[in-house]
């Protein structure tokens, strides 16, 4: 499942159309949305490097780590990032989100780079975070540097949607979102969001811009929401190392597909594993009852023997057609009527009769006539 992520965000947009849009969302019973995140980022980036994604250079705007933290995460899964500094660029807005410290430092160069951010030429700093405008045009100039004009593409990973809506509201994200995905040189964007620390429609709001939506759900759920119990200890400790990873794609014809991992949490990074199987799992929630839902060999036989009603028997006998009003048991004691009329034997089995019997004379019999030819209306 998560192989279908990275080919998504790595196979881009379609000429005409919104490029793909990532929300990687978790909460604080299970906070493994940073992990997935540097993980996506890795693997996208190194099918950037290797000419097999429609991107041709990678944007992330840190808003939660500096800049060294992804340019070390790179490093750590073997990229050698001073040879692709052409193909990454990092808008720090961790350093100096508001521009504080360049007040205090008596510099207005907008590009200056603080202490913080000084580790390669692939970081530069913004300091206007609460105007999306501006960071806006930031990122397009920042992608449009590495790739050029015309029609090459790049991605964009923002690694905290919850900075961006602490700084401002909600549809000034949404609008910086939605143009970012519109743009016509944009081939993927993905982002990470806290959401229980967001009201409901918050969430809702950046779910409904995005093409995927990727969730972190704990493996066990605490009894009565608590997490200071004694008895909730172990499962905490549990939650604290996997959890349910659900992921679920809108697709282009209207559909959505849900689809659900496991994902493990080791000292060597981040692992995803298929989850147990639903049999396996509601096998144990069956509630124990009194009787067996199963069929013996004696049952099975004892039902194929059964009768059904108007089954023709292929014993030879002839088979009398009950007629709705009279009970077999008393049209025995009756004269015995001809076979043209209500008997069906063997040798003329291919043939069928249909045998009615009026209630009473004065019942009308089907005809084509009108009933009210002789009413003068």
Not at 1 to 24: K, V
Not at 203 to 218: H, K, N, Q, R
Not at 221 to 248: M, T, Y
Not at 328 to 337: A, Q
Request: glycine share 6%.
């Amino acid at each position: 499942m998560a192989e279908s992520i990275y080919r998504a965000l790595r196979d881009g947009a379609l000429e005409g159309e919104l490029a793909p849009a990532l929300t990687i969302k978790d909460s604080v019973a299970s906070p493994f949305a940073l992990q997935v995140f540097s993980h996506v980022i890795s693997q996208l980036f190194s099918s950037i490097l290797a000419g097999k994604s429609q991107s041709r250079g990678l944007v992330v705007v840190s808003f939660s780590r500096s800049p060294s933290f992804y340019l070390d995460l790179l490093k750590n899964k073997g990229t050698d990032v001073a040879s692709s500094n052409k193909q990454i660029q990092i808008l720090d807005c961790y350093s100096d989100p508001l521009g504080w410290k360049d007040q205090l430092a008596g510099s207005r160069n907008f590009t200056a780079l603080s202490n913080e951010a000084m580790v390669s030429s692939n970081a530069i700093v913004f300091r206007e975070v609460k105007h999306m405008d501006k960071l806006y045009n930031s990122i397009i100039e920042l992608g449009k540097g590495l790739v050029g004009g015309g029609k090459i593409r790049f991605s964009i990973a923002i690694d905290s949607a919850d900075e961006m809506l602490r700084h401002a509201p909600v549809s000034s994200v949404a609008r910086l979102l939605s143009n970012l995905r519109s743009h016509d040189q944009i081939s993927s964007i993905f982002w990470l969001l806290h959401s229980d620390l967001h009201e409901a429609r918050v969430t809702a709001v950046l779910e409904y811009l995005s093409s995927i939506v990727a969730s972190l759900e704990p493996s066990h759920q605490l009894a009565n929401g608590q997490r200071g119990d004694l008895e909730n200890f172990s499962l905490i400790k549990h939650n604290s190392k996997k959890g349910k990873f659900h992921v679920r794609f809108k697709k282009r014809n209207g559909r959505v597909r849900v689809m659900s991992e496991e994902v493990h949490i080791e000292q060597s990074g981040i692992n995803f594993a298929s989850l147990p199987s639903e049999g396996a799992i509601n096998q144990g929630l069956v509630p124990k009852v009194q009787f067996s839902l199963q069929l013996s060999e004696k049952e099975r036989i004892d039902k194929a023997n059964v009768v059904l009603p108007f089954e023709h028997q292929g014993n030879g006998k002839p088979i009398q057609i009950y007629d709705g009003r009279r009970s077999l048991v008393d049209s025995k004691h009756e004269r015995p009527v001809s076979a043209v009329e209500n008997v069906q034997t063997n040798e003329n089995c291919g043939s069928g009769e249909i045998i009615y019997y009026r209630d009473s004379d004065d019942e009308m019999p089907d005809s084509d006539e009108d009933p009210d030819d002789d009413l003068d209306i």
